[in-house]
């Protein structure tokens, strides 16, 4: 029997509700991990250098289609629960075709501007054709990123979780694939890696652009709308705190490199592309759990159903918490196995991965929850609250951490910067969860 996210949910509905979505994510998170993977172990060190110097440029622009995937998402849910089915297919259809107009716009910008791009991320000369050899391929196919993205969550609304997971693991076995013939077979390096992820961004958007254009049964399908700006200015406000998330993973990716390259040089940027894979891999368990309960989060707000909210509020909490501890359980005790997989060609490499693993995993501990708070809080339709809890986890305390932590431990201090930044954003994220639970009564 499919769930909808009108049910009322125990654990394992839970369970059984956001599991297509964990696996989504987790299964999107490959996509760059794979072509680290045979970028590293294929094309070698300078290409694998390149591919993540170039890769939080790309990240950051992705930050859009997060934005209003995420806070559309809520927007339409809130619309559902107050039975304004048409609104909320007009709504849907605005959203998408924006989406493609503002990515189309970002692409030809950010094309244009590779090479100042390039040497912003700290790219030396002999790394710049890498950086674009990966790069330019991505930017040009944003908007099939931008779609890909946005529709995983809108797939979530209308109960079809495992469309999504079934579209994921097919483009995400498409990559695998692609990556080996691509870099393996025909040896095209960075560019042969970036093609096969723009090609399965295409695949991941394309599938449900159908499904919504042919279901015009379903509670949100493609119609005829016109222009409601200021609606679409509460979806972009209600998906801010995602966007600040992503902008800032992203930037503060960039100030890491930066600093690795005048610490450490291109081993430092290599050992942090490793664990940034990992942390992308381990923080998509959250991420999916979280995007799956947004929705039925925002119908029983727009339900007013307050007794739902506490139900959905409570065992979550208890269910990240089991998560966090069992992420840094495998994390830590891997740690060795987990660096093999990336850099078991150096010595050298796998000692400085398997140090930087055992500290950095550490953060996992407080990121589920503030993940999480900060996803609830923008299924309440609240985007101030959910992105003042992003800035400060993702951009304010990082930021802080890493210009405090080297200073007092030297490289170590930079593996440990985040789990500084996550131990301060879960305080704000458990004030803000307590203080507001006599505006939504969910306490």
Known sequence: MELKISDHFTYSKLLRFTFPSVVMMVFMSLYTI????FVSNLAGKDAFT?????????????AFGFMFGTGGTALVS???????????CEYFTMIMVFEVILALVVSAITIAMIVPICHLVGATEDLIPGCIAYGVPLLAMQMFMYLSNSYQSFLIVVGKAKLGLCITIITGLSNMILDYVFVGVFQMGVFGAALATGMNWIIGATIPTWWFWKHQEADIHFTKFKWRF????????NGLSEMVSTVSMNLIVLLYNLSLM??????GVVVYGVIQYLSFLFASVF???SMAIAPCVGYQYGAKRPKELKNLLVKSISLIAIFSVMTVSLAYMGSWQLSAIFVSYSDHLMEMCEMAIRIYCLGFLMAGMNIFASGFFTALNNGPVSALISLLRTFVFQVGSILIMPQLFGINGIWSATV????????VSLAFLFGMRKRYSYF
């Open 34 to 37: 794979v072509d680290g993977f």
């Open 50 to 62: 390149s591919l993540n110097l170039i890769w939080p440029a790309v990240g950051l622009l992705g």
């Open 78 to 88: 809130k619309t559902l629960g107050e039975q304004k089915k048409e609104l909320a």
């Open 230 to 237: 200021k609606e679409l200015g509460k979806a972009s406000f």
């Open 262 to 267: 005048k610490m450490a040089g291109p081993d």
């Open 287 to 289: 991420l999916g759990y």
């Open 420 to 427: 500084v930044a996550e131990a301060l954003a879960l305080v």
